[in-house]
C-alpha cells in the first residue's frame, strides 16, 4: 500500500493577512483572506470530494472531531468518519430516559453499568490498529450505538458509534472517537481507520527526509507553492514506485 498526499495550503497568520505591506513584500494575493487552519483543511476536502476524489473513510484529530458542522458534512456526503473527540465531547444517546446528550466518558463508563449489562462482557475487544516502531499496536476497543447529529443521508444505510481504546496496561487512559458509516461496519474496520490517522505524521517526516518538504528559503507566496508542489508530486511518485516494487500496487498507480 503507498500513501501520498493530495493537496497543500499555505496558513497566512492574521498578522500577516491583516498587513498590506507585508503582503505585497511576500506577494501574497489579495483574493487570500485569513483562514483557520481548520478552515483550509476542510476547503482541501471539499475540493477533492468535489473532484471525484474516492473517498470511504475519513480520520483526523480532536480539532476536526470537535466540530459538529464538519462532521454533518461528511454524513451528507456519504463519506464515513472516525474522529477523535474529547472525553467531554456531547454526544446523542439513547439511554434509559430516552434521547439525551450524554459525554463520551460518560457513555464509556455506563458499559459496565446495568442499563448496559449486554454490552459490557463482550464489549471490548483486543485489536491492533496497525504496526508501530516496536510492532503492532494493541488496545482494547469497544464500541456504543449514538443517534446522528441530523438526518441520515438518503441511499446511504448509516451507522453512528462511539468508539473507545483503552490501554492495555494498568491506566485508566481511554481515547475517544466519534464514527459514522456503512450500518454493517465491524469493530475492527473501525479500528483499522482509527489507526490510519498515524499515517500522516509517518508521511511528513518521509517527505521532510527524503524530497526536503521542509528544506526552502522562500519568501514569496508563489514560491513556497512551487517548492511544496514539487516536493509532494516526488512523494507520491516514490509512494507509487514503493508500492509497484513490493507488490502491493494491484489497481495501475492509482
Known amino acids: 500500500m503507498g500513501r501520498s498526499f493530495l493537496a497543500r495550503e499555505r496558513y497566512l497568520p492574521a498578522a500577516w493577512a491583516a498587513d498590506a505591506a507585508r503582503r505585497a513584500e511576500a506577494g501574497v494575493p489579495a483574493s487570500v483572506a485569513f483562514r483557520t487552519k481548520p478552515q483550509l483543511a476542510q476547503a482541501m476536502r471539499e475540493r477533492a470530494v468535489d473532484a471525484g476524489v474516492p473517498a470511504a473513510w475519513v480520520s483526523a484529530d480532536e480539532v476536526d472531531g470537535g466540530d459538529r458542522r464538519r462532521r454533518v458534512w461528511r454524513e451528507a456526503r456519504g463519506v464515513g468518519h472516525v474522529l477523535a473527540i474529547k472525553r467531554t465531547e456531547p454526544l446523542s444517546a439513547t439511554t434509559s430516559r430516552g434521547p439525551a446528550q450524554v459525554h463520551a466518558a460518560a457513555l464509556v463508563a455506563a458499559l459496565s453499568a446495568e442499563a448496559w449489562h449486554r454490552l459490557s462482557a463482550e464489549a471490548w475487544h483486543r485489536l491492533s490498529a496497525g504496526d508501530g516502531a516496536t510492532g503492532p499496536r494493541r488496545y482494547d476497543w469497544a464500541r456504543v450505538p449514538i443517534r446522528p447529529l441530523g438526518e441520515p443521508g438518503k441511499g446511504y444505510c448509516k451507522g453512528y458509534w462511539l468508539l473507545a481504546r483503552r490501554r492495555l496496561a494498568d491506566s485508566p487512559e481511554v481515547a475517544h472517537f466519534v464514527?459514522?458509516?456503512?450500518?454493517?461496519?465491524?469493530?475492527?474496520?473501525?479500528?483499522?481507520?482509527?489507526?490510519?490517522?498515524w499515517a500522516i505524521e509517518a508521511g511528513l517526516e518521509a517527505a521532510k527526509g527524503e524530497v526536503g518538504l521542509d528544506h526552502y528559503e522562500v519568501r514569496r507566496w508563489d514560491g513556497w507553492y512551487r517548492h511544496v508542489t514539487l516536493c509532494l508530486l516526488a512523494h507520491a511518485d516514490l509512494a507509487v514506485t514503493r508500492a509497484r516494487a513490493a507488490g502491493t500496487d494491484k489497481g495501475g498507480g492509482r
Open 179 to 197: 464514527c459514522s458509516g456503512p450500518a454493517a461496519t465491524r469493530v475492527a474496520e473501525l479500528v483499522r481507520v482509527a489507526g490510519s490517522r
